[in-house]
């Protein structure tokens, strides 16, 4: 039997939810959340702290800027527990709260993108982008060929690397443990 998939989506329908903002260094430097959105290790980085864009009730797994990937300790060691090969854990601080936080660093990236299923706008000349033409744009409707994917629970796809996906396995066990923040949409 071939295994289910689904794309993490924020749940934005809590009510007085946290959103979060990308990390800073301790000295108040940006750091790019993408670095940790792109599928690929990252030189760890040390003392970050991850500002809240708007305060409000902490979550299990909030997607901050750019769906950068912030979890607590808690949810952090059940995704290791299911994906150990696909996951780097980076600890950070969230503004002033007591529990320990992290980001999800999804390091698996896999082809497995169905263009023929996937509502997919690519960037063109007419984009004035001559480095982008020919790659995928947006992607609406996300569709992706479970038999591409081998043996990974939790990865990125290759060409829309912000899209983090995650198995029927990791999700069941997510619900299960009472997760807050996100949502699944099949793929």
């Known amino acids: 039997m071939i295994q ?3 794309r993490v989506i924020d749940d934005l329908s809590i009510p007085n939810r ?6 800073f260094t301790k000295s108040g430097k940006e750091v790019d959340p993408r670095g940790f959105t792109e599928g690929h290790r990252v030189k760890a980085k040390r003392f970050l702290t991850v ?5 409000g009730k902490p979550l299990g797994l909030t997607l901050a800027d750019f769906d950068m990937p912030v979890a607590s300790k808690e949810v952090a060691d059940l995704l290791v527990s299911l994906a150990p090969k696909d996951i780097q ?4 601080e969230v503004s002033s ?4 936080y992290e980001i999800i660093n999804v390091t698996t990236t896999i082809k497995c993108l169905d263009e023929k299923e996937s509502e ?4 063109t000349e007419a984009d004035k982008r001559p480095d982008k033409v020919g790659q995928y744009r947006m992607i609406t409707m996300l569709k992706i060929i479970p038999e591409l994917v081998k043996k990974s629970q939790v990865f990125r796809i290759e060409g829309w690397k912000i899209a ?3 198995s029927e396995t990791v999700k069941i066990a997510l619900e299960k443990s009472g997760i807050t ?3 699944f949409r099949k793929v």
């Open 97 to 100: 709260q007591p529990l320990d």
């Open 18 to 23: 946290w959103y979060l903002q990308g990390p």
């Open 164 to 166: 983090l996906v995650m």
């Open 181 to 183: 923040g996100i949502r």
């Open 120 to 123: 997919i706008l690519w960037w």
């Open 89 to 92: 854990r980076i600890p950070v």
């Open 4 to 6: 289910k998939y689904y």
């Open 51 to 55: 500002p809240l864009r708007k305060p």
